[in-house]
């Protein structure tokens, strides 16, 4: 049997859509690794009493993840609650609020008055840990905390700001009592397919065709255009999932991009190796530079790019001609080989990226409708061109516009 | 009394970390609108002992609404689970398959074979309803429900896709029993104020030192560097509230930057009206572009931009001066200058974005290390400039480079 947990995200601006959460996410994937099943991902307000409801409802998990509510402030009070649920005490820990004070003045160095008496006020209150829990050394100014509960769970708190989150937990998994956990977890694999261009009902009609083992646990999510198939599996299941994806992958080779669960981003990176690209693009504004940029490492092969919203700034900064865009329209297959070729020239790239398109909500017309994108992915010598009317918000649109990109570059250099 | 509600986001998919969440948030959002008190959001999988659960913990609020799992695949269970719960048998609506299997035809108008049979097996799934649910008309091809559960909650179920979830949402509210329950629900204010380098520590001691009357619900909330202070009350303590906001307002008018709620994004937006910006951007990528861009409209003020990644680039398409680059460096404050000024040029704009860094991981020296950024705007005769050490990994050194610039520009223009 798989250990069970369940993840409690706190904080008022995650339950009011302020912010959106990205612990609960990050956690899951880390549970996963360690074979843990994951249960549910419950996002509570700042109310004691709906914190407190959250924890009775994992009473029965072996693991449970909090994050957050572990501020300098009053509304801060994950600490408090798991220590009542726990049953017990809280207790200042003046060695730690040494420690909590010292970090804090790392990041200013300069303070006095009121802030000084207000900073001090919240470290003291951030060392303050129930009785028997095991502290996790802040990354920022907020200690972690391991504490089991009787007859019930290890709850392990951790801090909100996903940077902190993320650098605490190679802490905790190395940390008793929450190691020894882990170490009684089963290991589980987990293996992705992904597709692009395969409709969800044709992938649910070949699996209830396979009809495969109990073996296999497999989700299929449909995802920014493209379709993933995840199988989860006991090292024993391995025969059983290899049969299945080379049937899968026989009965889908034209859409199955990736075998080995790879992202796009992943595929066109390692593509684009040794080679050089720019961008120009119109409906998308900087967002299809952004996603090219957003992998570390990417000034190897991203010269730049140019955005060009106005006509003027197509025929200045991407050499469109003028007539080109008084014939065909700004948003015209011509238009987005012209960016093509412009981004090529002017960044002196082997690889040019157009983009041209109506992302709306204004601008549409009844030939050229809100979502008709034109894109072109030229080296010069090889082109792959692409008109398409995608539905959705101009949100959608924009970034809808920049998968399809990275799959004409992909097509284009593989 | 407020009533009271819980959010179910269903989907495996969710739960891994492979998608994140826009459903909660949303409904969160609108629940609130409604004076609607939300307790919890909980993400479940597609298992459906989990899925009942998560339904059983909801059984003391007066209204569940739940999101996904309502596709043409065999793990979209949600109104299945959702009948069992409410004790109500599935039965086929003829002519609601009908009416799904049209929607279904006018996206894909030819298709034929294993296809078609799949698309109407998923269609006639679709079509099984709760007897004595209200049915909602599919946005999308699936139908969403509304359930009495008896001595329990409403139910209201909705599809998945954000897009189709938000369309549904605004006819569920019209539809009864959903109509008649929110009417019941007090009405309830919520006003929110921003700050722009205000410590949460040093608004906690002003809240502390104020000490609000319990009319007025208030939570801060540091997020992408600038901080939110959000209040919520019923119409009758506007006065509280009134005289609250007042002496928040006068101890920090250096740093409340909106105090009616508007983010840095629209109130830029609006300084800009009648005006034309453009970027020239290196560490972000087209990041910066990209988040003027994001707004509807924004092509009235937003001329283009510049990604520069390259030093080459740097110099062919902003004029950088090739030896104030191998001066000072490719960050420096110099090379933000002249980026500004570049960008200014190169698109004929009134107002320059100039922005150089280290993002990271690699890249960093002991004087300029990973997390420095050079920032400038510019109209020509005013500048604004700032050189900033930022914390975190890439992604966040990128996304806090452009909220600091927002802010730049806002103070450039007003």
Chains 1, 2 share one sequence.
Not at 83 to 105: F, K, S, T, Y
Request: charged letters at 25%; a negative charge.
């Amino acid at each position: 049997v798989p250990l069970r947990a369940g993840i409690v995200v706190t904080g008022t601006e995650v339950l009011n859509g302020t912010i959106s959460d990205r612990n609960g996410p990050w956690l899951s994937e880390r549970l996963r690794e360690h074979g843990v099943q994951l249960a549910h991902i419950l996002v509570t307000g700042d109310r004691p009493s709906d914190l407190r409801a959250a924890l009775a409802f994992f009473a029965d998990v072996d693991l449970v993840l909090t994050s957050g509510g572990l501020g300098p402030t009053a509304d801060d009070l994950t600490a408090d609650v798991v220590a009542e649920h726990a049953g017990r005490e809280m207790a200042l820990d003046p060695a730690l609020e040494e420690r909590i004070w010292e970090r804090v003045m790392r990041v200013r160095s300069r303070v006095g008055g009121a802030l000084e008496a207000a900073l001090r006020e919240g470290a003291r209150k951030q060392a303050f840990v129930p009785a028997g829990a095991v502290v996790l050394e802040p990354v920022g100014t907020a200690p972690g905390l391991l504490v089991p509960v009787p007859g019930g769970p290890l709850i392990a708190v951790l801090p909100g700001p996903p940077g902190e989150l993320q650098a605490m937990w190679a802490d905790a998994v190395e940390t008793e009592p929450l190691r020894g956990l882990l170490a009684r977890s089963g290991r589980y694999e987990q293996r992705m397919l992904r597709f692009y261009g395969l409709p969800e009902p044709q992938i649910a009609a070949t699996l209830r065709e396979l009809d495969p083992p109990a073996t296999l646990e497999i989700t299929t999510c449909l995802r920014r255009g493209e379709l993933e198939v995840a199988t989860v599996f006991a090292p024993s299941a391995w025969g059983d999932y290899e049969r299945l994806h080379a049937e899968i992958a026989r009965r889908h080779a034209d859409t199955l991009f990736s075998p080995d669960g790879q992202t796009i981003d992943e595929l066109v990176a390692r593509l684009l190796e040794g080679r050089t690209v720019a961008t120009a693009e119109s409906c998308t504004g900087g967002l299809m530079a952004a996603r090219l940029t957003d992998r570390a490492g990417s000034s190897a092969y991203v010269l730049g790019g140019l955005v060009v919203y106005a006509d003027e700034a197509k025929t200045a900064l991407a050499d469109v001609p003028p007539d080109v865009i008084a014939l065909h329209g700004a948003v015209s297959p011509e238009v987005a080989r012209a960016l093509a070729h412009g981004a090529r020239r002017r960044l002196h790239a082997e690889i040019g990226i157009g983009i041209t398109g109506i992302a709306g909500p204004g601008g549409g017309t009844p030939e050229k409708p809100v979502g008709t994108v034109c894109l072109c992915v030229s080296t010069g010598d090889r082109i792959e061109e692409q008109t398409v009317r995608l539905p959705g918000g101009r949100a959608d649109v924009r970034e809808r516009t920049t998968t399809i990109a990275m799959h004409m570059l992909r097509r284009l250099l593989s």
